[in-house]
Every structure is written in C-alpha cells, then in structure tokens.
C-alpha cells in the first residue's frame, strides 16, 4: 500500500542519522518526542525565503512580491513594532483585514521580534472585534478600513494603537499611521536581536466551539514549527519514493489561497509551508469559482486547497472545459466532509490531479490525518491514517478508555503541534487538552488498517462551508431580541456548504416575525456567515424532551421536511 512506502521513508527521513531526527524534550514536566534539525523559533525560519529570494512568493491581483521583497519588509516592519510601538515579548498585536500581502507581511514581523500574532476573523462585526482586541489584550492593530471603521470609537476610547493598510474597501481617516509609510521610514537591516525559545507563544488563533463567545487557541513557536516540518517531511518521502526530490520543477510551484488566512490551514499549510517550498501563493480576497478558474489558468496554479464546497464548483462548473487546469496536480480539501462520491468525480473532471484530504482542527494546529493518491481513491470515505512520525490517534470511550478497533468512541490527538490551549479559559483548557492530548469532539473509529472515519460531531456546533459556528453564540443574539422568548439554533443540509444555520423561537407577543428584519438585526452583532438562513416563528413554546431541554433533533426534523431539504 502507498502510505506503508511513505511511512517507511519517513522513519528514515526522521532517524538518528536523517536530516529531521525525532528527539525528546521536556515540555510541561513531561518527556515528549518533538523534531530536531529545525530551528527554535519562526523568525530563523523565515530566513528560508533566500533560498529562493527570486521567485515571486505572493500574488495579489496586479501586485507581485518576491520572497527576498516580502523578507525585507518583515523586517522593516518588526523594526517600527519595536521602535515605534515598543512592541515587546509576549506582547499580543491583532491583525483583522481581508488576505492581502500586508496581512503575510505582518505575521512574520510579529511572530519574529517574539510577539504573539493574533489573527482577527475579518467577517467579525465590531461587537466581535472589540471582544477579540479586549480578550487577547493586545497592545496594536493591524487592519484595514472595513474592519476600522466599526470599532474606530472603541480604538480611540480604549487608546490602542492602531496601523492602517490601505487595501480597498472603506477608506482610512487621516491621522491613522499607514502601513506604507511606516516601512518606507526605515531600512531593512535585519530583524531586532530578541531572545525567542521553542516554547514562547507564537499565535492566538479565535475559533467557535460549543460553549458561546469564541475561545483564543494559543500555539508556541515549537507547535507551529512542528506542525510544517511533519507536513515538510511527508512531502519529501512522496517526492523521494516518486524519484522527483531535488529535480527543479518545469513551472514554480503555486497554490490558490481561497481561503481565509486566519483560518489555521490558510495560516499554516498554505501560507507558512510554501515559505520553505518556495512555492508562490496567489491570493483571493473571496472566493469566486470564475475567479479562480481564471487565476488557475493565468497562474498556473499547480496545487489547490479549499472546503470541499470549492472543489465541488470547481468541477461542476459549466465552462471547465473552456480553462486550461492542466497546470494542477493536487486538489486538496479539509475543514469540512468531503462526499466520498466527489473523489472519483474529482478524478474525472481534473485527470492530472490527485485529490487528497486532510483532517486537522485549530487545536491540532490543522495536523491530524492525510489521506491521498490511492489510499484515499480506495477510500474515499476516510480523512487517512494518522500523519507520520509524531502524530498519535486514539479512539475514546466517555470515561476516556480507549475502545477497540471498529468502535465509535472520541477522536483524540497527540502530537508536538497540538496547541497549548485556551487563552484566558483555565477549565475549558483542563477539559479538552490534557497530557499532550486534544480532544476533537468528532465521533469516529478506524478500520482494520488504521484509516480513521469520521461519522459524527459531539459539540453542539455547525460548520458551514469551513467555518466553524456556535449554535449558543446565535441563540445568545437572538436572546436579545426584544420579541424572542425562546431559541433554539441547529445545522440544516446544504448541497453547496454541506450545513447551514436554522433556528426555531418562540415570540413574547405571539405574532410571527419577518425573517429578513431578524436577519438584519442579527447582522449587526453577528458575522454574516452565523446569521440563520431559515428562521420558524411560533407562538407556543419549542418542544422539549423529558430533561426538559429544548428538543433540537426534532425541530430539525421537522424543519427539513417542511423546508424538502
């Protein structure tokens, strides 16, 4: 089988004598195996980018930056935070814009004078925003006008400062420092001497669980590293065992980014990754099918990597054949259920592409399962065996007793790349991260082979296209609904997004409420992709079961059959 040559190729690639030998370290109190011959910290990582200093490293729209460009103004940027903002250690500095180069630029200038990025979801409303600037604590921020303009008030109040980049959208107000002209007023002469260990934090990365207001995953220098050199060494042994390792390509590596950088597989395997595989990053602002069919053509992207919703538009779309995608050879997926039905079409629409999937969460720091070329053509209903050399997997029971194989239990991961838990929630910490191990949350067991499948979700949860959403997020912002007694928030089958939000409630005056005006007021606390899409009024109470709990399975059912979805 594929995976039994490339987990052999990797226990060499990663043996005493390999160039990334596991080790141990202490980490917490406890022994742990982590990776050696890779550096401490991401700002000599990114030292990288001279290997291939050249080549143009990211795209966006008319404008083109090399990797040497795009160093150079990390570094001009890391000196203005340390100058000019006195941004130290451990400071946190917020990034909330749209994926821009300024948005790349930015990470690497943080992470590398040991502040800790904290990535902004850019479909946050104000009220979202402030509470991330406010639970991170950050002492700067970085963004752009859309994302300036609802809290401008807040920023003035609360006296944080703030870096302005101008990349459409809602136009900056004078007086706020632009991003531009801060890196302008200084020349690169490398990054500021700072002491950065392995286990310093590096990120906080906002993700909805099931528990309301989103939770900071935080991740040091040595999860975020781990996480690219085990995705570094997978690729070596396919390369290895298909005899291309070392060989230049005929055309430069090229991945699509469709998806947002905030998002820990836009952040770490699109973005991150490609710095060491001098890959150069073509970026969207949204996805658009027809856009991207067209950057795919123009760019020839060799490799995309999206929600399986992408996929899927991409190979219906009317006009494929009138684009030349000979360019790819990977489409891969994560984030959401990809039908198993898709692998094969997949196969048919793009022959020259091998389709993959990838299971990972912002806990795992998106490291998880892999699954690609045949095994995942052999089985395509599984997210792959658990990713070479350092990941673990184990299936739990309740009371946290593993079950045996074919079983449904618990997925749980171990890994160096798991993250060090939840910012500022000590017992939400406590509950899901424990010894190394990061409970998922999804329902799964795994095959005679080890190939894991995923069938179910624990968390009270809906993911939409990707995103992951808070179902007692919502149901708080319809509470304050003036007329809203009673709410219940649900996922609902989607063809295009797999889920989308439905909600049942209960009205104060018994009149049934227009759908599109509890939208509207939901828009103005809420990002637009948690507002419901179906909402049922009624005037008696929502059914409950015998705990007394509002009964969520069966307003669901109902509503889909009443909706024919």
Known sequence: MRYQEIEATIAHLTGPEGPFPVQEAVID???????????????????????????????????????????????CLSEVLVNRYGIGKGDRVAIAMRNAPEWCISFMAITAVGAVAVPMNSWWQGEELIYGLKDSGASLVILDGSRYAPIATWLESSGVPAIGVDTGGK?????????????????????????IGADDLAMILYTSGSTGAPKGVFST???VLSTLVTWLVTGIAVTTIDGTFGQEPEIQPSILLPIPLFHVTGLNSLFLLSLALGRKIVMMRKWDVDVALELIQAEKITNFNGVPTMSMELMNHPRLEDYDVSSLVEISSGGAHRPAEQVAMLIERFPGAMPTVGYGLTESNAVGCLCGQEDYVSRPGSVGRPTPPLVELRIADPDDNDVSQ??????????????????????????VFKDG????????????????????????????????????????????H??????????????????????????????????????AYLGERLAAFKIPRHIHCQAEPLPRIAAGKISKKQIRSEMIERLGL
Not at 411 to 429: K, L, V
Not at 505 to 518: F, P, Y
């Open 29 to 75: 109190g406890s022994n742990r195996r982590v990776f050696g011959g890779f550096p401490d910290c991401l700002r000599d990582y990114y030292g990288v980018c001279m290997t291939h200093a050249g080549k143009d490293c990211l795209v966006d729209g008319e404008r083109r930056y090399s990797f040497g460009e795009v160093l150079g103004q990390a570094v």
């Open 171 to 195: 136009p900056l107000p004078a007086g706020v420092d632009r991003f531009n002209d801060l890196l302008a007023s200084v020349s690169p002469s490398g990054f500021p001497a700072v002491d």
């Open 221 to 223: 220098q040595r999860n």
């Open 406 to 431: 074919g079983e449904l239990g618990e997925i749980c991961f171990r890994s160096p790349a798991i993250a060090s838990g939840y910012w500022n929630c000590p017992e939400a910490s406590a509950e």
């Open 437 to 480: 191990w990061v409970r998922t949350g999804d329902v799964g067991y795994r095959d005679e082979e080890g190939f894991l499948y995923i069938v179910d979700r624990l968390k009270d949860i809906i993911i939409r296209g990707g995103e992951n959403i808070s179902c007692l997020e919502v149901e708080a912002a319809l509470y304050t």
């Open 482 to 519: 003036p007329d809203v007694l009673e709410a219940a928030v649900f996922s609902l089958p989607d063809e295009r997004l797999g889920e989308i939000v439905g909600s049942a409630v209960m009205t104060k005056s018994g009149e049934v409420l227009e759908t599109e005006k509890v939208q």
